[in-house]
């Protein structure tokens, strides 16, 4: 199901955000508690239409990492099967933000997000639903979402916030997660994995940073001036 929820945006005002939560169901035992909560962190989108809580449309292929993810409601694991709390948000931008610009690989403020997330997706589902005794949560992502999920722990650890989350840890795979030495990447290798990616990153940061907002167009960086300055 879609929620939404309430939490800061890049300007400092609040912003309602959106989320996909999915919960465990099995034949036996209609809508089990829950043993655990899943942090879902998504990878890099470039349109709306793939947003998580479009998930479960017929065009929404359940082979994507938010399909993966949300198969995490039900995990087999050595000798038992887990039931499991899944949260996934949209991300400002997406979403209940759709038109808003995306704040591509700000990662404090988009693990603040996040965790904001959880805390609504988990108060949703406890409406109706309990959590075993002793849940964990774990942070998730691949890609971007790998970015997000170690964001989300660095976010943990320094707010003192494990206890509230019972957090175990995270599992985060290719992720950029020094933007800066990933750009230098790019310029060393003159290549980029995933093209649309620097249009997000000028956007971002010309669009969400304190130092540049209002200052500064990414067309203020694509002229043949700047371009050969060598800054």
């Known amino acids: 199901t879609t929620i939404r929820y309430e939490s800061i945006g890049y300007d400092g005002r609040s912003v309602t955000l959106s989320a996909l939560v999915v919960w465990p169901f099995n034949n036996l035992i209609a809508d089990p508690d829950a043993n655990n909560v899943i942090i879902g962190c998504?990878?890099?989108?470039?349109?709306?239409?793939e947003r998580p809580t479009n998930f479960g449309h017929e065009d929404?292929?359940?082979?994507?990492?938010?399909?993966?993810m949300a198969c995490c409601a039900k995990t087999y694991g050595p000798g038992a099967a887990y039931e499991n709390l899944v949260i996934i948000p949209d991300y400002q931008g997406f979403g209940a933000t759709h038109g808003a610009v995306h704040p591509y690989l700000s990662q404090t403020l988009t693990a603040r997000q996040v965790l904001d997330g959880v805390r609504a997706g988990i108060a949703f589902y406890q409406r109706s639903h309990k959590l075993e005794k002793n849940w964990k949560s774990l942070s998730l992502g691949y890609s971007q979402g790998g970015s997000v999920a170690m964001?989300?722990?660095?976010?943990?650890?320094?707010?003192?916030?494990?206890?509230e989350f019972n957090f175990a840890g995270s599992v985060c795979g290719n992720g950029p997660?020094?933007?800066?030495?990933?750009?230098?990447?790019?310029i060393e290798t003159d290549q980029f994995y995933m093209p649309v990616s620097a249009a997000m990153m000028m956007s971002s940061m010309c669009n969400t940073n304190h130092r540049l907002m209002g200052k500064y167009t990414p067309q203020d960086?694509?002229?043949e001036g700047f371009i050969n300055s060598g800054v």
Not at 42 to 49: A, D, L, Q, R
Not at 151 to 163: F, G, M, P, W
Not at 177 to 186: G, N
Request: aromatic residues 12%; negative net charge; contains cysteine.
């Open 42 to 49: 998504h990878c890099t989108i470039g349109s709306n239409k």
């Open 60 to 68: 929404y292929s359940i082979q994507t990492d938010v399909g993966m």
């Open 151 to 163: 964001a989300v722990h660095k976010y943990i650890e320094q707010n003192d916030l494990a206890d």
């Open 177 to 186: 997660y020094d933007p800066l030495a990933t750009l230098v990447k790019y």
């Open 221 to 223: 960086y694509l002229t």
